[in-house]
């Protein structure tokens, strides 16, 4: 059984500020969203022969990690909140995703539990549409809105 509470808090108490200050200098993602998503650095190397998986590996490529939270974890479909952002900041943690926000399209998750990053508002009476995103850093670039699907890309 892999902890990933654990391990996402032990990669969170290495983090640093100048890390969480790349992550808005270099990469464009704004401090909100930084303090809802939470990610943290990391080094992994792929699980499996799919590359939808990854493990923690101290000679793996440097990369962030941050924790895929949902409604409910019996069902981790579910996608729609009443508040979309308090779900992805405090939500229960199903999964882990690993991406680098300067490589569009590329993730990896740490169990394969997660279906979606984010949440959306309920869906009825004509809502706006959901913005679907790509790209993890796009995700984070606009405010952790939306929802970006976790099958890999890497």
Known sequence: MIDIVGEYCAAMRRMSLSAAQELNSRFAIPWPSITVACPVPTRPRFADRERVLYEPDED??????????????????????????????????????????????????????????????????EPDRVKVWSDVGDWLREGCRGMHPTRSGW
């Open 60 to 125: 793996g490529a440097a990369v962030w990690v941050m924790a895929a939270t949902c409604v409910s974890p019996s069902q981790p479909e579910e996608i729609e909140a009443s508040a979309p952002l308090d779900v992805v900041a405090t939500g229960p943690i199903i999964d882990l995703v690993a991406f680098h926000p300067g490589c569009p399209e590329r993730f990896a998750l740490r169990i394969g539990n997660a279906v979606v990053l984010g949440c959306v508002p309920p869906q009825y009476c």
